[in-house]
């Protein structure tokens, strides 16, 4: 399962969105995946949120551009909120 996330209450923001959201959904396919885009003013609190419904026992992220920060913060608060929770980060290429 492939998620992408996106602060506030519309993935499609830019007139750039929906071909960025497409192409994540055939990379999910690729690998036998799915796709969910989630929205929330708070991201941390949405993806633990959706982790829980969902039952997600492992996560992977992927690393955020150079200069494009938060993910650190949003990785110390999803392993506070779910210590279970196998996590991994793929370097960005």
């Known amino acids: 399962m492939s998620c992408t996330l996106k602060k506030g209450s519309n993935v499609f923001a830019t007139k750039e969105s929906p071909k960025l959201l497409q192409t994540l959904f055939e990379y999910s396919a690729q690998f036998g995946g799915t796709c969910h885009a989630v929205c929330g003013e708070d991201v941390p609190a949405a993806m633990v949120a959706f982790m829980k419904s969902e039952r997600i ?19 110390e608060t999803v392993q506070m909120a779910l210590p279970q929770l196998e996590m991994r980060m793929i370097p960005r290429e």
């Not at 492992?58 to 920060?69: I, K, L, N, R, T």
């Open 57 to 75: 026992a492992c996560v992977v992220f992927g690393e955020s551009p150079v200069g494009q920060a938060g993910v650190p913060a949003i990785v």
